[in-house]
């Protein structure tokens, strides 16, 4: 009898599976399996009344995996290894309940990499399932419930905008406030002297004793009349400083930097995260490369410190040796280690013929940080050297580069290469190119951009690690947000939600109380609060403000075209629909008359090969998944219905006649027949052992779990369902005479039964 460990990731699950032998099989849920229903009053899944007692149901689409895990669960003893966090707990505890599992038993498994060593490690302790997470989760699911249904409810009725959010509504606020602030700046002028020299500049200090903010140019000339052509040395100060390394990722800092120095967007940064946290085929073994990557902790594991201190005196010298950074953070679960490489000696180059571009260059990122955040403090001999000119003082700053430490990982940062000063002696004077009046203006705040917004939220304590990401990206699918050379810009309707959401929900859109509403979340994830106090104070708030905007917002009419409807001869309006905007009658739903675009079509003149009758027309598609992409469709429609989603050609595919296509560029046959080319390329010549007819033949598996993955099948398919994940051989097994085959150097039976 098999052990069944379930995780939430296929992915992840062939990773553990590869560690744990064949006693245990290893299962996805792949994500979550329950969430609140969309029935009972105001379809919350939510019973107010009765002390917010919650009612799930399992996920649409989720009944056959459920059924699944249930037939294989039967009678077998089942650990839970969902990630270590509030919704990994909370996904453990909904597993539990649907298998009937007893919440008291001790088979909750919690790993921080995926590991043999960490995988192993969590096996030998178990613990039971953390109800003060699942509560907290709960909790918070809940309150996103009712803020996301309600106020989502209103907004659309009222305005026509998509949703609200606890999070999303409160990260929108800081984008709208600061749009306001900068469409409301006023900017002022100023001036700055610079005397130029040929191989630096002096900036000018001080008149008369003061250190004065020049506003007025005629003080500025002023100034510059006053100076002569000589500049004496008054004043040399240097001294040694010393820059320590930052602590290592966290989730928030992992996101920032992936978008200041790759160009990645924050949840792009996540997806690659997790592929690298859940396991990569890296030539000899499956294995995690990172841990885990949702965490507000900067604390390393004194196991890897130790292999990491060990790596660094070996690599670089003692010289090099740092020590292990941990930057207090108020509401960091310290449980949690900060985002590291699963071990140091896995160097990014070393994996480079394993990784995608962007994985290689992430992990690069998470391993030199690290690395750098046990490395010594660069030192620099900063040197600032005072001049004088008459009635005025100057400065000049620079300083050099005495020992990297760090920064032979990180990289020097421009400002840090070696700016040699020259040789400066006291008293002596120097002699100016040209002295100029700096016309300059003052300049609102700068936009969000990705990571500043992260930054900010991060700081006030709006979210979690595991909402950066989702907040971003739902504002830009909401069409609130627009990002621009990466800044990020409000929207019309942004705009408009924001300020309604000001003008009505400010009691509970606003940073403090959603600061505090997470500190309190927290709180109950430790036991120190109760979920249902916290919910009853918050739908106490919440109501009668919510009761005062379904009074009292306006409904904001829909702009007019200044056309008539052609039905009732009421006005036309532009709606907003779930595929964008429309033109409609006003006299909805009475007249329920809607204008159709009409959507050019580009005859290509190309003959279709299958009817012989229509051409080809270019088209848009009008609904559906695909509505606004174009597609080319026989024109003998509905007769003839051929379509392609590429375009088509006069050529034929030289290997089977078929119509050729062109796609980004190349030409492709109509029936992917290249594609079975290549897999009839890859026969071997064995025969089939089953059904003694057909050849082995080496394929990709083009969708499901596997889809990629290289296996192997009979030719004589469907007839024959023989398949193998690994390559056959001609070879047979001495014990059971079944085929042979290769598993990295070594050859392994077919049979699963023989030993």
């Known amino acids: 009898m098999k052990n069944i460990i379930i995780v939430e990731s296929p992915s992840k699950s062939k990773t553990i599976e590869s560690y ?42 989720k009944s056959k995996i459920v059924a699944d895990l249930k037939k294989e ?158 500049f004496i040395v008054d004043k040399i100060e240097s001294k040694e400083t010393k820059r320590e390394s930052k602590p290592p990722f966290t989730t928030s800092t992992l996101q920032q930097d992936a978008s200041n120095k790759l160009n990645f967007s924050s949840s792009k940064t996540m997806k690659i995260a997790q592929a690298l946290y859940e396991g990569k ?56 280690e900060a985002i590291r490489p699963t071990s140091i000696l896995r160097t990014p180059e070393s994996l480079s013929n394993y990784l995608s571009n962007d994985e290689y260059k992430l992990y690069k990122l998470i391993y030199n940080r690290t690395l750098a955040s046990l490395m010594s403090g660069a030192k620099f001999l900063s040197t600032k050297i005072t001049f004088n000119n008459n009635e005025t003082t100057w400065k000049l700053n620079g300083q050099t580069l005495l020992f990297d430490g760090y920064l032979v990982v990180s990289g020097k940062a421009d400002e840090d290469e070696n700016a040699l000063l020259p040789l400066f002696n006291v008293g002596e004077s120097y002699k100016a190119k040209e002295i100029i009046i700096k016309d300059l203006e003052t300049k609102p705040k700068t936009r969000y951009t990705e990571a500043s917004l992260i930054k900010d939220m991060e700081e006030l304590g709006i979210g979690r690690p595991s909402t950066y990401a989702q907040t971003m990206l739902t504002l830009t699918e909401r069409a609130y947000v627009e990002i621009k050379e990466k800044k990020i810009f409000p929207t019309e309707q942004g705009m408009l939600t924001s300020e309604k959401l000001n003008e009505f929900f400010l009691p509970i859109f606003n940073v403090e109380y959603t600061a505090n509403m997470e500190e309190s979340l927290d709180k109950i994830s430790k036991g120190e609060e109760s979920s249902l106090k916290n919910l009853k104070e918050f739908y106490n708030d919440f109501e009668p403000i919510l009761d005062n905007a379904k009074k009292n917002m306006q ?49 290509t003149g190309i003959i279709c090969p299958i009817c012989g009758k229509g051409h080809f027309v270019k088209k848009m598609a009008n609904k559906g998944r695909n509505k606004g992409k174009y597609f080319f469709a026989c024109s003998n429609y509905p007769d003839c219905k051929t379509a392609f ?102 050859l392994v039976c077919s049979n699963k039964d023989c030993k």
């Open 73 to 230: 669960c039967k009678g077998k003893k089942v650990y839970l290894a969902t990630d270590p966090d509030r919704e990994g707990e909370a996904i453990s505890y909904h597993l539990a309940e649907i298998l009937g599992l007893d919440l008291n038993e001790v088979n909750r498994i919690e790993f921080h990499e995926i590991t043999k060593p960490a995988i192993i490690d969590a096996f030998n302790h178990p613990r039971k399932i953390d109800m003060d997470l699942v509560s907290s989760q709960e909790t918070r699911r809940m309150l996103d419930r009712i803020i996301g249904f309600k106020v989502s409810k209103l907004l659309q009725s009222k305005i026509k905008s998509k949703s609200a959010g606890r999070v999303q509504s409160v990260a929108l606020k800081l984008i709208c406030d600061l749009e306001r602030e900068i469409k409301a700046f006023i900017p002022e002028s100023y001036y700055e002297l610079e005397a130029i020299f040929d191989r630096y500049k002096l900036e000018f200090l001080t008149y008369k004793n003061e250190k004065i903010y020049i506003t007025d140019k005629n003080l500025a000339l002023e100034i510059k009349n006053s100076l002569n052509n000589e």
């Open 281 to 336: 085929n890296i030539g000899t073994m499956e294995v995690g490369l990172i841990s885990y990557m949702r965490t507000d902790s900067t604390s390393l594991s004194d196991l890897f410190v130790n292999e990491t201190k060990k790596y660094i005196i070996s690599n670089y010298g003692n010289d090099y040796l740092g020590y292990a950074k941990q930057r207090d953070q108020k509401l960091a679960q310290n449980a949690h």
């Open 645 to 746: 989603s590429d375009e088509p050609t006069t050529e034929l595919c030289p290997n089977c006649n078929s119509m050729m296509l062109r796609k980004d560029g190349n030409l492709i046959c109509s029936k992917r027949c290249d594609e079975e080319n290549k897999e009839e390329s890859a026969k071997e010549g064995i025969i089939c052992p089953s059904c003694g007819k057909g050849h082995i033949v080496k394929k990709i598996a083009k969708k499901g779990r596997n889809a990629g993955n290289a296996f192997y099948a009979c030719s004589n398919y469907p007839r024959c369902k023989n398949i193998y994940s690994l390559e056959p051989t001609e070879q047979k097994c001495k014990n059971c005479g079944s085929v042979l085959l290769k598993d990295e150097n070594n």
């Open 20 to 61: 744990m032998g064949s006693d245990f099989k290893v299962l996805s849920s792949v994500g979550h399996i329950r969430d609140l229903a969309t029935s009972g009053k105001d379809g919350l899944g939510i019973d107010i009344e009765n002390g917010f007692t919650p009612n799930y149901t399992i996920i649409k689409g």
């Open 555 to 603: 409904v904001i009419a829909p702009k007019e075209t200044g056309e008539l409807c052609p039905m009732c001869n009421s006005p036309l309006v532009i709606r907003k629909g779930r595929y964008g905007e429309f033109v409609a009658c006003s006299n909805y739903p009475a007249c329920k008359y809607i204008l159709e675009e009409k959507k050019e079509e580009l005859d």
